[in-house]
């Protein structure tokens, strides 16, 4: 390959080093491909209990294990219709699915493809153009237009873009970027990709058993054209996205470590000012191309240097004759129209002098600290007085940014189905929750490992809300709760740490039975452990701050279910739960004004017609409420000293406004009023508008000046 200089094994030993110390080894790999697909089985499993026809997956840097903190890369989620068959011949077509035939000539960039609309009900050319969405070319065929997309964008404000086929939410300070990509699935791989796939050299690399599996994978079309071409709004690009990630997932650590110098060194010598000349993408491709080119045995950890240097030589000879072939599909160019000739002299001379890879580039990548961390491994500088965090500090971080990643998810998942069910009846509400949890049973009593494992961390949630609801219907008609009630809710308990117990403790506060409300909030109390539980919010991307250590120790230690343990999800209440509500939490559900709904987004802000508040604050204030009515006073002023130090210190409070609103109200109950209006008044400034605050604010000046 090259002469290896005797100093080469020595810096690709410490390179690898500091990559298994900024978390680029096995078990992190493993840990974040696991929360990735445990993360589609959550939102695949619920959109079957919904009898959705569609599929999540995850796809880019974090399913595949192949990102670090630093580099903060975006999230990828793609999801099918799988209502829509995109075929290749017409032995595909499928009775009761909305067919699509694929269209592939010369007039077509390769990598793209025309999607012929055809009749639902025989298989035979549709003729009727239905919308805007759909148009007639010279040839008479009615074809489906890629701007189908956009459509997803009209509901949206600005904070959502088109970022090619997908939906981009961006520029959200402590948030990562994350893509949403509505896909069709092909019943078969186009014909050019499969031509380039039976020439794959199987007895290297992929492997026969990996190119058997490969053979197996779905691949997807995807609403965006060539950018050159006349015919982009007509024009779906392939995607073989399951493909490479298997081929991904078959990776040695040194593969995967290359990769990821790959991407840090394009963005700090290549793409330095955002530009997106050189995409991950494009050094994927690359990399798989050497991979397959190289023997086995050269991809060690002793030997990173060279293959770093490898494919860095192979990406300057791709962009030299501007020409980066699809692995999967050769006669799809990559680069094709990404950047001029001028570009191209920059880009050639900037690669030339990262060649070959001998230390001295990888100094100056401050994604992780690299740099630093390769030169304090050498001894070429003094660790002392750098604060650079150690690897078990990187292990915690990214293991809670794994789990809070879990419990997003659920929360994100169980918000959506409160979200499209809100305008529903109640009997309809619950017919659709109850469908969901015998659903999960079935994949609980069926699935596979993973799924049972999914099962388990969505059924409680959903047993929670059925068990609420119900109670709120008893309370409203005869001020009990029902057995039926109490047995969903106590079904549901072991959602988190608090949220649903917090439920059941909120239900039988506004029945009056204050003891056994103050008997389950001594249970939370005892169970909710401030030095380890972090609150959990999935409303609205919250940009949590750092976790805290022990936190962040169990998260590295155990697996998902640790949510059970560590984790405080938000208490959400729709308002068909109101009677399940004190009065004080009820004017959350009244928050917004005609001129604060203007203020929404509408895909992200649907949870301000609940009341949603974190759970920690919520036990403090049900304390305080209850002992109050069991005449303890004393410990009712040690539940709000405890709010109040909530409020003011608990860092991921998701809903600290709210937390605040309530404080107001008990300070107002203590007659503390300017102590409550500077409560409001902090609360409008952690959010401006969609603000109960208002309403007390008003009250509370109404009640000084009488």
């Known amino acids: 390959m090259f002469h290896t200089p005797d100093h080469y094994h020595n810096i690709s030993m410490r390179l690898s080093d500091v990559l298994g110390d900024i978390g680029v080894n096995e078990k992190m790999l493993l840990k974040m491909r696991r929360t990735a697909v445990l993360d589609e089985t959550n939102r695949t499993i619920i959109f079957r209990g919904r009898k959705h026809q569609m599929t999540s997956y995850n796809f880019g840097s974090w399913s595949e294990g192949t990102t670090t903190l630093g580099l903060r890369s975006d999230t990828d989620h793609l999801f099918t219709k799988d209502d829509i068959n995109v075929i290749q011949d017409w032995s595909e077509w499928t009775l009761g699915k909305r067919n699509y035939l694929m269209i592939q000539n010369e007039t077509i960039p390769p990598g793209y493809s025309l999607l012929q609309k055809l009749r639902n009900d025989v298989p035979l050319p549709d003729t009727h153009e239905y919308d805007n969405h759909f148009a007639k070319d010279t040839s008479g065929r009615i074809l489906f237009k890629n701007t189908i997309v956009d459509k997803f964008l009209q509901v949206a404000t600005g904070r959502h873009q088109r970022q090619g086929p997908s939906i981009a939410l961006t520029q959200q300070p402590g948030v990562l970027d994350e893509d949403l990509v509505s896909a069709l699935p092909c019943t078969s791989w186009p014909q050019s990709a499969k031509a380039c796939l039976s020439h794959l050299d199987v007895n290297n690399w992929p492997t026969a058993n990996m190119y058997r599996y490969i053979k197996t994978t779905k691949c997807f079309v995807v609403g965006v054209g060539n950018k050159v071409s006349e015919n982009a709004d007509f024009e779906w690009r392939l995607s073989t996205s399951l493909a490479e990630r298997s081929l991904m997932f078959n990776l040695n650590i040194t593969q995967i470590r290359c990769y990821i110098l790959m991407k840090m060194i394009i963005k700090t010598y290549i793409n330095p000012d955002n530009e997106s000349y050189i995409s991950s993408f494009m050094c994927k491709t690359v990399l798989f191309h050497c991979i397959a080119s190289k023997p086995s045995y050269i991809w060690k950890e002793c030997n990173i240097l060279n293959c770093l240097t490898y494919c860095i030589l192979t990406l300057n000879r791709c962009i030299s004759c501007r020409n980066c072939p699809h692995f999967f599909d050769c006669e799809n160019n990559l680069m094709a129209g990404k950047f001029s000739n001028t570009v191209k002299q920059v880009l050639l001379q900037t690669t030339a002098k990262l060649i070959p890879c001998d230390g001295m580039s990888l100094f ?343």
Request: charged share 20%; glycine share 4%.
């Open 364 to 706: 100056g990548i401050q994604f992780d600290n690299v740099g630093e961390r390769l030169q304090i491994k050498l001894n070429i500088m003094n660790g002392v007085h750098h604060n650079i965090p150690s690897p078990d500090e990187y292990t915690r971080f990214t293991s809670a940014t794994l789990l809070g990643n879990t419990t997003g998810s659920i929360l994100d998942i169980h918000n959506g189905v409160i979200q499209e069910i809100k305008d529903k009846s109640l009997v309809k509400k619950l017919r659709i929750l109850l469908q969901i949890v015998q659903h999960l049973t079935r994949y609980y009593r069926d699935g596979d490992i993973l799924v049972k494992v999914s099962s388990r961390l969505l059924a409680p949630i959903y047993c929670s809300s059925i068990g609420s609801l119900i109670a709120s219907h008893n309370i409203q008609i005869n001020n009990t709760v029902s057995p039926q009630a109490l047995v969903w809710l106590e079904t549901g308990l072991d959602s988190d740490v608090a949220s649903s117990r917090l439920k059941l403790a909120s239900i039988l506060y506004c029945t009056g039975q204050m003891k056994s409300a103050a008997f389950i909030l001594n249970d939370v109390y005892q169970r909710y452990n401030t030095e380890v539980t972090e609150p959990q919010c999935g409303c609205y991307l919250f940009p949590a701050t750092s976790n805290k250590i022990r936190f962040g120790q169990i998260s590295s230690q155990y697996d998902e279910e640790a949510v059970k343990y560590i984790a405080a999800y938000c208490v959400t209440f729709c308002r068909e739960e109101i009677n399940c509500v004190p009065h004080e939490l009820q004017y959350e559900m009244f928050r917004s004004t005609q001129e604060d709904i203007q203020h929404r987004d509408i895909l992200d802000d649907g949870w301000m017609d609940c009341a949603v508040v974190d759970s920690l604050p919520y036990l403090y204030f049900l304390q305080y409420k209850t002992l109050g009515n069991l005449n303890r006073p004393e410990e009712q002023q040690q539940a709000l000293t405890k709010l109040i130090w909530a409020t003011k210190t608990e860092n991921n409070l998701g809903h600290r406004e709210t937390a605040l609103n309530l404080l107001g109200q008990c300070m107002e109950q203590e007659n503390r009023l300017d102590d409550a209006l500077q409560c409001y008044m902090l609360s409008l400034h952690v959010r401006e508008t969609n603000n109960a605050a208002k309403i007390h604010i008003c009250r509370c000046l109404a009640n000084t000046h009488l």
